[in-house]
């Protein structure tokens, strides 16, 4: 008889996820099955949940739904001979073809024949997941659960923070959302010189206080220049991080950047979304988007980020992630 677990589901073209009895999948050749401990909601989700227009384009129902997990390696498929069951691990959420271009050069995150775990194939808020062992983040003994649930977001932060060189750099982050909080941990671990966060949401900018931004913006009430001269930024921003997804908030960003400066651009703009592109061109301004991890350097420095801070501080242990975070990654 087939094996059965619980699993949520986007069962049809409609809001919301039913939670019901799925068949457990077997893994195939080069595949492990993983035993869910832990998940985290990504903004994904809720997307899928809401069936806004990007879920009706994406998601083909029935669909078990979720892609931020960890877990222990339950089954081997055949010819895995790298990972052992017991084995506790996190998973990259893209499934990749391995055979394109950005693939062989090791850019998985650029393939453009990629798969969403929980999006284009069955996810993680189940009690099992069958993925190719080639996706499998083995995690080192002695990070927490919580932390390691969280890690495809804490990448997203990693991969965006990480890529313009930081160390001595005056850092402008446009949103404070949990990805913007762990970004500005991330660029203060890294040799930032100051990092400035904006948003409009006072709770938010106090918790990037607490994960060590130099200063926080209102941009509701306050200009970012204002505040150039009392940290003592003279030609403007170097590094640019947009989190927020606001057309506002990157033009402000792209006015305020230094000549020659570099902006990763992580937030998902509204179509239509304009910038003064004269900006760009004059300051010459470098902009690159950001989608996923590096595959697999972004989860390389994310779990050593995390665990030489652990090894500081063994007995650190938090209900909330971002807290968890903030310990984690402390100066
Ligand atoms: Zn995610
Ligand atoms: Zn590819």
Redesign the pocket.
Known sequence: MQAMMDALVKTEAKKGLVLQRMPVPEPGMGEVRIKIHKTAI????VHIYNWDPWSQEHIHPPMIVG??YVGEIEKLGEGVTAYHVGQIVSGE?HIVCGHCRNCRAGNGQWCKFTKGVGVDRSGAFAEYIVIPAHNVIPIPEGIDEDVVSFF??FG?ATHTALMFDMIGEDVLITGAGPIGMMATAICKKNGARSVVVTDINDYRLELCKKMGATQTVNVSRDKVEDIFAERRIVEGFDVGLEMSGSGSALNTMIENMRNGGKIALLGIQQPGTQINWNHVIWKGLTLQGIYGRKMFETWYKMITMVEGAWILRPSSRTDFTIRTLTRALRL
């Open positions: 990504c903004g994904t989700d892609h931020e959420g495809d977001a997203n």
